[in-house]
């Protein structure tokens, strides 16, 4: 902590995270509350004025060389899946519920964290919030309580999968981290605790793009985004890159984008059709891969209904195909062109 900054580092530094003067001193802002802007940001870099040491530690992390100060993003044993859109109700959470399933049947060691205070993994897997808020076992009480994470795990589908429970405790997660330094690796922490015991762990995350979706991206490997054909998903979607971009300049260089899967097509409404147009052209110009659809069929709400993965109660679900090529990518060893580190 405490070491100085130089200006040439800190231009240097700026450079290879692809920001402006102007992004600097918004990123910093948004960090610090405070009112930098580029004028100053140039005089630091002129050598005019010192760089701030709290600034220059906020920023050395994400170097190759890791300085003292903030502690990065790890990568263990498992791989973390962050299933994420700010846009509600496009199927995220019954993504990360029949992915789970289909991980699990096929022999990998499966967590689920709810990092929604919806609690609508939880729901889905069969069990019920309340019960869970009054038994301290939610990521609420792992995060901000100090219970430890191993405590806080249950069972579910007849113990197939393990899930890390939420509730609407969490609802006060955000303004909780906003209020500590790093808050947002606290769930890179808690989950390096149980790493080395799954395969892959898969985050469910808010409809929205809060302080637990930056913590979900900075504890993840790779981001999945399921966006159904509606004009309002797919426009949502350059937002949500962005903020993959911040996340992955600041705290988790390694982070890369799995691809878009598009979900609840139905192949029988033509607005549908163009939307997916949309969707391949939106794709294709980030550079992210795009997935076959999962259809829109009314086994997945029978299957919320349930508190079951829809692929537990029919294996053969429309849609199971598109599932098993996102799982497909997600246990293939990385290769620089299946997935886009996104602004790299
Ligand atoms: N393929 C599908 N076909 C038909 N209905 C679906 C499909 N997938 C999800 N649904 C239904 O859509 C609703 C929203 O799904 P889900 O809760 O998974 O979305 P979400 O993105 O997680 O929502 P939120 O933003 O509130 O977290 C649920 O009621 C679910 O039953
Ligand atoms: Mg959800």
Known sequence: MGATMGGEDLKALRASRKLSQDGLAKLLNERFRRSYDRAKVSKWENGVDRVPDDVAAFL?????APAPGIPTANTGPATVLCVVNQKGGVSKTGTVVNLAWLLARSGHKVLVVDCDAQGSATIHLGLYPPEMELEG??????LLRKRPVQE????????MIDLVPSGISLAKADTEISAMPHGELLLNKVLSAVRSGYDVILLDCPPHLGKMTTSALSASNKVLIPSNAEMLSIMGIPALLESVEQVQTMVNPGLSILGVLPTRFDARRSQDKARM???A???AENRLRLFQPV???VIYVEGVNAGVPALKLDPNAPGVEAFVEVMEALLAPATPKAEATHGA
């Not at 076992?137 to 792992?142: K, S, Y």
């Not at 806080?152 to 113990?159: F, M, N, P, Q, Y």
């Open 60 to 64: 050395t992390p994400a170097d190759p």
């Open 137 to 142: 076992r939610t990521l609420f009480h792992v």
């Open 152 to 159: 806080a795990i249950v069972s579910a589908c007849d113990g």
């Open 277 to 279: 147009q949309d969707l």
């Open 281 to 283: 052209n939106m794709a």
């Open 295 to 297: 259809r829109n069929a």
